[in-house]
């Protein structure tokens, strides 16, 4: 049994593959490979019981990737966008959440389940559900669903023209991410 989950950077891979990794038997890896090299991902899945990534480096072609339960996790753009603006990422970060969020609502649309960002992080039960979604057994007391609660407005240095707030915007409506 293998899963693989993947979503834009900062939407909380890091947090699932830790909570996935209390699993007992189960090697769940964040991010082991920073390369989007399909067939060394591929490669990592063959052969293995009981494995796992959480990866945003397979964003751009997860759909060939082959493995049994695929998953995407959604976050507000304007939530990832502070939080790659607090990591020092610029301007850029406007593109890159633009860009990784059109390829995520492709993905939802062509049928890969999706799990909520905010609910991930909030609420254990959910977190649960995502883990036996996904062929992995937690319980209760694996589950430390507790994130930074710091989530203050930060002065984006970024301009949302209307293209990209509508954009944003239908995106959290289709979602509720």
């Not at 062509?110 to 036996?132: C, N, Q, T, W």
């Not at 970024?158 to 293209?163: G, P, Q, T, V």
Request: aromatic fraction near 10%; charged fraction near 20%; charge should be neutral.
């Amino acid at each position: 049994m293998t899963f693989a989950v993947t979503a834009c950077g900062h939407s909380g891979t890091m947090f699932l593959a830790q909570q996935l990794g209390r699993a007992r038997g189960w090697t769940v890896l964040h991010e082991p490979d920073e390369s989007v090299s399909f067939r060394a991902a591929n490669q990592r899945f063959e052969g293995k019981l009981r494995y796992g990534e959480v990866n945003s480096y397979l964003l751009s072609g997860f759909s060939r990737l082959n493995v049994p339960h695929k998953a995407v996790i959604l976050r507000n753009p304007y939530d990832i966008c502070q939080s790659v603006a607090r990591s020092g990422g610029g301007e850029q970060a406007l593109w890159y959440v633009r860009e990784s969020i059109s390829t995520l609502d492709c993905l939802a649309a062509s049928g890969i389940p999706v799990i909520l960002f905010r609910k991930m992080v909030s609420d254990p039960e959910y977190l649960i559900g995502i883990a036996r979604m996904l062929g992995v057994e937690l319980t209760e007391v694996d589950v430390t669903a507790k994130v930074n609660e710091h989530r203050g407005t930060l002065h984006l240095p970024l301009i949302f023209n209307k293209i990209v707030r509508s954009e944003f915007d239908a995106f959290l409506q289709r979602y509720e991410a």
